[in-house]
């Protein structure tokens, strides 16, 4: 069994952005850690749209270098811990599922070799009662362009409060 750990405060976070962009999309990034073997992925850091972002009805654009300085930032305060898991955002119309582009982003993060992520993980918030659901990538198989990436929905929700990690 896979785990996601997420804190209150976090699955809060996102929630209240999601409220505060409706009806339009808004995200971020996520930021933490994976347990051995890339078992469970723990989550210790959610990262908003920034400032400069743009949103939309069933897209977002973030502010790319805005969120560049807080991964950054992240990233150095957490003693080089804290690494980039995943992305987030909210889904207005209410459905959880991935769409066709979610799948495609997915699976672009799990081959860009700079990000070295092999398993990106993607959050989504449902509207407009802000369920949250969690997304992996779990195949590093190359894919023809017409053949979907295989993504396997894993446990979330084994809520915890931030504090146990520390
Ligand atoms: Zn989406």
């Known amino acids: ?3 996601a750990w997420i804190s209150y405060r976090d699955v809060a976070f996102m929630q209240q952005e999601a409220e505060r962009a409706f009806p339009l999309e808004t995200g971020g990034v996520l ?3 994976w347990t051995k073997n890339n078992q469970d992925a723990v989550i210790r850091s959610v990262i908003g749209p920034g400032p400069k972002a ?3 009805r069933s897209s977002f654009a973030p502010d790319y270098e805005w969120q560049e300085m807080q991964i950054a930032c ?4 957490s003693g080089r811990f804290f690494t980039y898991l995943g992305d987030w955002h909210s889904h207005p119309d209410g459905l959880s599922r991935l769409s066709l582009k979610d799948r495609i982003t997915l699976w672009r993060i799990a081959n860009y070799r700079q990000a070295r992520i092999a398993h990106p993980i993607m959050v989504i918030l449902a509207g407009p009662q802000w369920k949250i659901k969690l997304w992996r990538q779990d195949c590093m198989v190359l894919f023809d362009a017409f053949i ?3 993504i396997r929905e894993i446990r979330v929700y ?3 409060h931030q504090y146990k990690f520390l």
């Open 1 to 3: 069994m896979r785990t």
């Open 31 to 33: 930021m933490g850690y």
């Open 54 to 56: 743009k949103h939309e």
């Open 74 to 77: 992240i990233y150095k305060d």
């Open 148 to 150: 979907l990436p295989f």
């Open 158 to 160: 084994q809520y915890c």
